[in-house]
């Protein structure tokens, strides 16, 4: 078996250069032996019945450190220990007694073994969580966005969440929808793979609108991995993957309780309850509410800056954990998003008529997942692990004459078995498959010196129904924390477009404890859904002219990191830089320039690439005060009918984030200032006869007040009220082709104010 494995790599590596080149830096690396500084253990529970096993899950606190950890779901952790002579670990986990275990220079182990079923006093450990960090541990770059940093802002959604980010740059898609795309890499949302706890979400019909439909109060965490990463969740991921957190089953809170209210009238309220049921069972019930009923025309241009809105969102999870080490995760997610746009007179339920232009986009969904990991050894060292998801989705909407109605069913399902031969080798293998059910139905009218086209085109993008079956393995040889090398090859099988071979390498090295490289490399596909990606061109009075034979989207992403550490102020300091490169083999280009009467969707003919280089600055000069700068600039370009390569319209060339954060003692009083520089975005040749956007800054701050158990909080967003002109063109004649909603470089909506709390009931 492994001899196959291998050898099906390296012939698919030497086939192509780039991952030719990604396989002899595998070889080059994993020769490296160099010891580290890295305290590493595992935790252990003793159950009634005399039996032990490890414990997944449980707080582990590092006493001079000042930190907190939480071990994986096979009871381990690891840490740097920062040349500490002494580190003091306490082990813990609701309803069992606590472990300590006291190190001494030069020790590198720990081992905990804590008790079942004991009664404890209560306590509640308070410390400070960094609101964003690189991560030490993983092999990927990936930042992560911790429940702190949520809280920075009001983060009404996902969508809002990474302000305080520059690798994510998020804006809207078109001026009529109040769909936000975000953008990593230089590239638009579709090319990152969205993981949901490691399943992929966020597909097909469902993603125009899905960054709205994940609450901010409802994530514990959010990773950002630059990069194609792991094999394991598929070929989908290009310039990333982004995967969220929940609010975990286990968490000691049976009541958390967020509203939220701003100077729009935008109203959310967020309930989320956790509870243990016993030692085996606990769930986590999660709801949503949120509304927009203003018809806000700030630019005074006859239509509404951002939809009036309606949203439910209710969610489900469990988790099981037998006493031999089993999990079962299984859940459901529901919602149901109503949406009025368009013209201010333009009511829900109106006969559509040329005397107004509006537009209603209903969306509703469910989703449900199971998960299951059963050990095969003691001590967990081999383990098999099942994954099945469901989502049903239903999207009905007309813009002015333009309808579009869809339907997705889609069935993912991952089998995988993993085997840790040693400390330092381990290797996963598995296979998976995709099932997606696309019914579309697009009636498109256009138009033509004002007068309407006889006969709409029905059906002219019908959906399909796609189908691929993978196989996968990965090897990952870790050395401590000093040497990480992870080596992928999936190889999937898709009804459409025949065989799709994805290598991946992702490599950390530590240089000692301070300084760390990390390069990476591999090759992602993606399926083009042309409407729900694209959906703004349905807000335009053009004709959509789509190409037959569309290719899949085929590109290799690679790039490197360098991260250092040193003493500056109460903690290390970090500085960090990237770079990363993106190169298209094949894509589907939405071309808006090649003729003023279509948007024309066709197979790029040509070069696409992207290279972006960015650089992240975190300090804490004094105690309780933590600054954060980070910059990114982005070259983009791309082949288009008679232009030939040109940089990529919309996409902006930097972006600069300047964050402050100040807390008084016990964070009584939190103090959140953020400051945002965007660059110049070229503009496409119809806008204002093209050019640049211009340079503009966005300004945020939000005060929090802490009490035992509350927290209120206000802030502003958009500052500066800084707005874009001329948002939508022909805005006073939206029945004609010059109508066009699509050319979105700036914020939409000016100054806003907001007030909210979040109570808190701890067990």
């Excluded at 740059?169 to 009529?176: E, L």
């Excluded at 439909?213 to 965490?221: A, C, I, K, N, T």
């Excluded at 003493?567 to 894509?587: I, V």
């Excluded at 040509?606 to 700068?629: A, C, H, M």
Aim: aromatic share 12%; hydrophobic share 35%.
């Amino acid at each position: 078996m492994y001899v196959f494995l291998f050898t099906t790599i390296i012939i698919e590596l030497i086939m192509n250069y780039k991952g030719f080149i990604l396989f002899l830096l595998f070889i080059s690396t994993t020769a490296i032996n160099l010891s580290a500084q890295t305290v590493s253990g595992t935790v252990r529970v003793q159950r009634h019945d005399g039996s032990v096993e490890s414990m997944p899950y449980a707080s582990v606190y590092w006493m001079e450190g000042k930190i907190a950890l939480e071990s994986d779901d096979k009871g381990r952790f690891s840490f740097d220990r920062k040349r500490s002579d002494t580190v003091s670990l306490i082990a813990t986990f609701v309803g069992h007694t606590r472990d300590t275990v006291i190190l001494k220079k030069g020790d590198s182990k720990a081992d905990f073994l804590i008790k079942e079923g004991a009664e404890l006093a209560a306590a509640r450990v308070v410390h400070r969580q960094q609101g964003n960090y690189i991560s030490k541990v993983n092999p990927v770059k990936t930042e992560v966005i911790t429940a702190a940093g949520l809280c920075k802002m009001a983060c009404c959604n996902l969508a809002e969440s990474f302000e305080n980010s520059a690798s994510v740059t998020v804006g809207y898609s078109d001026a009529i929808t109040g769909a936000r795309q975000i953008r990593l890499l230089g590239l638009s949302g579709i090319y990152m793979q969205m993981l949901d706890e490691n399943r992929p979400v966020m597909r097909g019909i469902s993603s125009p609108f899905g960054l709205s439909y994940v609450p901010g109060q409802w994530l514990e965490s959010i990773q950002i991995a630059k990069g194609p990463s792991s094999v394991i969740n598929g070929v989908e991921a290009i310039t990333g993957q982004i995967n969220l957190e929940h609010r975990k089953p286990t968490t000691e809170e049976p009541l958390f309780l967020n509203l939220f209210l701003s100077n729009t009238l935008r109203t959310e309220a967020n309930i989320v309850s956790s509870l243990q049921l016993n030692n085996k069972w606990s769930t986590v019930t999660l709801a949503h509410f949120s509304t927009d009923p203003s018809n806000h025309d700030g630019n005074h241009d006859g239509f509404r800056d951002e939809p009036q809105t309606l949203q439910f969102n209710l969610s489900n999870r469990w988790l099981y954990m037998a006493e031999n080490g089993m999990q079962i995760r299984f859940g459901f997610k529901a919602l149901s998003d109503d949406r009025v746009a368009g013209e201010t007179a333009y009511k829900k339920g109106m006969t559509r008529t040329y005397d107004v232009w509006g537009s209603n986009i209903k969306n509703q969904g469910v989703n449900s997942y199971f998960k299951i990991g059963v050990p095969l050894s003691p001590g967990n060292k081999q383990n098999i692990a099942a994954v099945i998801d469901y989502s049903y989705h239903t999207l009905n909407s007309f813009f002015g004459v333009k309808d579009y109605d869809a339907k997705q069913n889609s069935l993912f399902g991952n089998l995988i078995f993993q085997n840790e031969i040693d400390e330092s080798n381990k290797y996963s293998l598995g296979v998976s498959a995709h099932y997606d059910n696309y019914d579309e139905h697009l009636r498109d009218q256009y138009f033509s010196d004002l007068i309407t086209i006889a006969g709409n085109i029905q059906n002219l993008y019908p959906g399909r129904v796609e189908k691929a079956v993978g196989a996968y393995g990965e090897y990952t040889y870790t050395q401590g924390e000093k040497i990480s090398v992870v080596a992928g090859m999936r190889l999937d099988y898709n009804n459409y477009h025949g065989w799709l071979p994805a290598p991946r390498v992702n490599l950390k090295y530590a240089f000692d404890e301070k300084l760390i490289f990390r390069a990476l490399g591999g090759r992602g596909f993606r399926s083009a859904n042309v409407i729900p990606d694209n959906l703004g061109i349905l807000s335009t009075g053009r004709k959509i002219e789509i190409g037959t034979n569309l290719d899949i989207e085929d590109a290799w992403t690679y790039g490197a990191n360098l991260t250092g550490y040193f003493p500056l102020g109460k903690e290390d300091a970090s500085l960090s830089f990237d770079y990363f490169r993106t190169d298209f083999n094949k894509q589907v280009i939405v071309d808006q320039e090649y003729d003023l009467s279509k948007i024309s969707i066709y197979n790029l003919d040509g070069r696409s690439y992207t290279n972006t280089y960015q650089i992240d600055f975190n300090v804490e000069p004094l105690e309780r005060l933590s600054l954060l700068t980070t910059f990114r600039y982005t070259d983009s370009k791309v082949t288009l009918k008679n232009q030939g390569v040109v940089e990529k319209p919309l996409t902006s060339r930097y972006k600069g984030v300047f964050n402050v954060q100040y807390a008084t003692r016990m964070n009584k009083w939190t103090f959140d200032v953020t400051a945002q520089l965007n660059g110049p975005s070229r503009l496409p040749s119809f806008y204002e006869g093209g050019g640049y956007s211009p340079v503009y800054a966005m300004f945020y701050a939000q005060i929090t007040k802490k009490f035992r158990d509350l927290d209120i909080y206000v802030g502003g967003e958009n500052l500066s009220n800084y707005k874009q002109k001329h948002a939508i063109l022909n805005a006073d004649n939206p029945y004609s082709v010059g109508f066009n909603s699509t050319v979105i470089w700036g914020p939409l909506m000016g100054i806003k104010f907001y007030a909210g709390l979040r109570y808190t009931i701890f067990k």
